[in-house]
């Protein structure tokens, strides 16, 4: 196996997330479905970049059975709650010390990556790919292929660090080395990808 010279971030669930602990049950129910296995569709074509954001408002209060106003102004804090997982903060800050090129390789839509590249941590990176600014999305193949082919990046020598199996699996077909992100043991997780990238 290469050294690793690149790594690659996903976004939701590995840098940034959701505190449970500070939203009322309500609230973390009516994003339950972010924790399927498969994404409904209307949330899949929202990262894409396909529906805007007053359509995805409509499927979301359809899929809650809410109305359209709680609908938008949840998903409006949704966006504006979002902080930095801090182990994986810590983590990015010492690999850029180190000299490793950093990118973004994750599903988002307009409105969120919006708000995310205007937090600290996100000038770390050398660059991203976006699904909503591509039209595509993981685990889609071409857009692993948009990210190595704008930045010449080995696949050989990336890591791509994600918390859904089927976005490592993809990468890992494609060459790349994968590392599945638990976001529940994040300190744990990113003390193993700092002896996995810095220490061999």
Partial sequence: MKPIVNVVFD??????????????????????????????RFWEDYDRGVVSFDEVVTSVADY???????????????????????????LITKLREA????????????????FLREQPVYRLFDGDVVSCEEGVIKPEAEIYNLLTERYNLDPSETLFIDDRKANIDAAEALGWQGYLFTTAKAKECCEELHELILKK
């Fill in 11 to 40: 976004l939701g669930g590995v840098l940034f997330s959701r505190d449970p602990r500070k939203f009322e049950p309500e609230f973390i129910e009516y994003f339950s479905y972010i924790h399927l296995p498969q994404m409904p």
């Fill in 99 to 114: 000299g490793l090129r950093l990118f973004v390789l994750s599903n988002m839509s307009r409105e969120f990556i919006d």
């Fill in 64 to 90: 809650n059975n809410s109305s359209r106003e709680l609908a938008e102004s949840n998903i409006r804090r949704s966006i504006v709650t979002q902080e930095a997982i801090v182990p994986t903060a810590e």
